[in-house]
RNA sequence: GGGCCUGUAGCUCAGCUAGGUAGAGCGAUCGACUCUUAAUCGAUCGGCCAAGGGUUCGAAUCCCUUCAGGCCCGCCA
């Protein structure tokens, strides 16, 4: 059984209105892993769904988390900033709300095209609306049960004046020091390190409790049932450790069913020449992996499994795997040990399955087809010359130029020189030789009359090689030389009969007078 | 110091909470009228299931120990 439908059969035998909650704190650049998080969140959420359960996915922006340091990639001016809460940072290009806003788009536009199910929650609203307040006022006045507990949990020694929450000092905009003694249901009053002293309302967004308590307060708030989160989290000692005891000492909740799931590694960009190569990005991957594929990376492995995201040829390895489980999902027959990956397939549609096999496009296919025009448009005449589109819904459509956004964006950074060419590229006449230029000769005279199609084409290369007395090797060489200045590239029966027959025989011709 | 995860075919992984003759894909090799390879189809090769011990009629699967690798935690979210 697929351990996302494992979960789910836990979750509701306790629980018949799960909500999964997971979330971000965009901080800073966003990495590939947050995606694994909302993708294992949505799989959970798939999978309850499937077995007729009511559920709901919440996506928690922690935009109160503050800045900790101006990273490389700021401005100086933000220096300024450090210690404030993200979402009261201005935005680093202007375009978006605030700090926060600007770093997490991206990845919410991300959640959109990966059609992530959930629902997008600010932790500055829930502050401003008071949410958090039961649990604050919980937390300050058993402030030393709680001090207790994360005693005993990290085994570290914690100081008599730890505060469990921070307010904001109204004169800097940076979290101050809380005066326990002054706390009186909802003030409390804090001495800020820029001199002012005032008071905060922890029913307003005055403050922040810290981590370790805001975790659980969440739970409480929520009724989470279950959650994913990273390794980190996970260890002994860790924050869902002393979060179990404080929601159900101190708030009188429950823990949620905790789904640690391992971070995500990025391979580097081949491995014959990667000297070169930047890192990849979480960005990067977004764009040059189609979504139904990146849903799928996550789902075909159990959450606790490392994973190598491979941004050389293991794409075209992945998406060619996806399309196989496609298939093998309508054609109903797969063995024991793709019953999983099949499984996965139908998780990342997250229960949105196509009633008929959706016509698929071999991506390497595309890799190919990509390069020999410059748009969408180009692409679909190409495909159509060997294959009907004709009947291509309007969803297939959408897929598809995805697709192409995604190899053309992996074309432009992460593929291997191997795979490249350019139809631009053709040798002219005074770069072969006359034995060449004969055979090129009597190749265009032989496809002039061929059925345009990959087998015979390929006979007629082979044939006409004969003829000339030169080994067929060196005929595909030739040919390749002429058409893209290279020894060799796709496989040149499908490529030819891709390419409008007037164009190739023209070129063959022009370089043989 | 503490904890988690992983170790099954060259590679990526299934199988392990129903213990009963080792699986898939990719790769490799070979073949498909003498057809490059980054296509397709077919076939073949390929594993003392990390090591040792225990339980059992029987263990990749359960228990213990060891070894190896990866990652995380010490108040940062």
């Known amino acids: 059984m697929h351990w996302a439908d494992v979960i789910a059969k836990d979750i509701l035998e306790k629980d018949k209105h799960p909500i999964i909650a997971t979330g971000i704190s965009p901080t800073g650049v966003i990495h590939v892993g947050s995606l694994r998080e909302a993708i294992t ?38 220096e300024d900033y450090v210690g404030m809460p993200i979402f009261r940072i201005p935005c680093p290009c202007g375009k978006h709300d605030n700090y926060a806003h600007h770093f997490v788009q991206p990845f919410l536009d991300a959640l959109d095209s990966l059609k992530v199910n959930c629902e997008i929650i600010w932790t500055h609203d ?17 402030r030393s049960q709680v001090i207790e507990i994360l005693k005993e949990v990290t085994g570290r020694d914690l100081k008599d004046d730890f505060a469990p929450y921070n307010p904001l000092c109204e004169n800097c905009g940076r979290f101050a020091q809380p005066l326990h003694e002054s706390y009186e249901y909802p003030h409390i009053g804090y001495h800020c390190t820029c001199g002012h002293t005032g008071t905060a309302d922890i029913t307003k967004m005055e403050g ?4 370790r308590l805001e975790w659980p307060a969440k739970w409480k708030m929520f009724g989470t049932s279950v959650e994913p989160f990273g390794k980190d989290h996970a260890a002994a000692g860790g924050s869902y450790d002393s979060g179990k005891r404080i929601v ?28 070169t190569g930047s890192p990849v990005t979480g960005l990067d991957a977004i764009n040059m992996t189609p979504p139904e594929v990146l849903n799928y990376l996550f789902l075909r492995v159990n959450p606790q499994r490392a994973i190598d995201y491979d941004s050389g040829m293991g794409i075209l390895d992945l998406a060619d795997e996806y399309d196989r489980m496609e298939r093998l999902h309508f054609e109903g027959e797969c063995t024991e040990c793709e019953e999983n990956s099949v499984r996965a397939y139908c998780i990342a ?14 991506y390497r296919h595309l890799v190919n087809v990509v390069q020999m025009t410059d748009c969408f448009e180009g692409v679909m005449e190409i495909l159509g010359r060997t294959e009907n589109l004709e009947d291509l819904t309007k969803e297939e459509t959408l897929k598809l130029r995805k697709r192409v956004e995604c190899v053309k964006y992996w074309l432009d950074r992460f593929a291997p020189e191997q795979v490249k ?86 070129r063959f011709r022009s370089v043989s007078p």
């Open 208 to 211: 922040k409790l810290v981590w």
């Open 248 to 275: 159900e000492e101190i708030f009188d909740g429950k823990a949620p069913y905790p789904v640690p799931y391992e971070f995500v590694q990025l391979k580097g960009i081949g491995q014959m020449h990667k000297s």
């Open 349 to 362: 549609q997250h229960n949105a399955l196509s009633e008929e096999v959706p016509q698929q496009v071999p």
């Open 421 to 506: 060419f350019s139809v631009s590229d053709g040798v002219g006449p005074e770069s072969l030789s006359s034995e060449e230029k004969k055979y090129l000769a009597l190749v265009s005279d032989a496809l002039d009359s061929v059925e345009w199609e990959s087998d015979s084409i390929s006979n007629v290369v082979v044939e006409t090689a004969k003829e000339a007395g030169i080994s067929t090797k060196k005929g595909f060489q030739t040919i390749y030389k002429a058409l893209i200045g290279r020894t060799s590239g796709p496989r040149l029966g499908t490529f030819l009969a891709d390419m409008d027959r007037e164009n190739v025989l023209e």
């Open 41 to 78: 969140g949505e799989a959970v959420r798939s999978a309850i769904k499937d077995l007729g359960g009511d559920v709901r996915l919440i996506y928690l922006i922690d935009s109160v988390d503050p800045l900790r340091k101006r990273y490389p990639f700021l401005p100086e001016e933000y």
């Open 126 to 142: 829930l502050y401003a609306q008071g949410k958090f307040a039961p649990m604050i006022d919980l937390a300050l006045r058993k």
